[in-house]
């Protein structure tokens, strides 16, 4: 059974500690995930309830209030299947869009003023990230290794980004971090 990137990364909270919805949302924003998944706040209960409904997540002892209350435990199929799609997303070299790639495709169309200001703009966004990423990870406590890999990964690969950008656009350098 193949697994979205949203779902799994869902289905991997729950696996780290039982948990609801809006404990979720608490883990999902402390540890900057929507820097590298698209998961919304409207659509944590959706996932919650797909993968129930798949046979992945369990709610033993269902109470009878609001669904926001409701806590997710994990299936023996759901360790299965995570682990299996887990294992795939590290393993496979898979594509991904890369919007930035189109836009310089199509590099033709603009100046070399405004492909440059685009580049700063863009720049300036990602020193915004990087310093955000940054500061969530060092105002958690002791995170799970899974965490601590995603911000070091996360962190390297827009660095990685950071640099092509300041060689693009010739930044000072007293302004390079």
Request: proline share 6%.
């Amino acid at each position: 059974m193949e697994l979205t990137p949203a779902e799994l990364t869902v289905l991997g909270l729950v696996i780290e500690r039982p948990q609801h919805g809006y404990d979720l949302e608490q883990v999902i924003e402390q540890r900057g995930i929507r820097q590298w998944t698209d998961i919304g706040f409207s659509s944590i209960y959706y996932l919650l309830t797909k993968l129930e409904q798949r046979g992945l997540l369990h709610v033993p002892e269902a109470p009878a209030a609001a669904k926001s209350r409701r806590i997710f435990h994990p299936t023996a199929e759901g360790r299965r299947v995570a682990t299996q799609n887990a294992l795939a997303f590290i393993a496979e070299a898979r594509p991904h869009p890369q919007p930035l790639l189109v836009g310089v495709a199509n590099l033709a169309m603009l100046t070399a003023q405004q492909y440059e200001q685009a580049l700063r703009t863009r720049l300036a966004q990602l020193e915004a990230r990087i310093a955000a990423l940054q500061a969530a990870r060092q105002a958690q406590g002791p995170l799970p290794g899974a965490a601590r890999e995603v911000f070091s990964y996360s962190l390297s690969l827009m660095d990685a980004e950071r640099q092509w950008l300041v060689s693009r656009v010739q930044v000072p350098h007293d302004q390079q971090n």
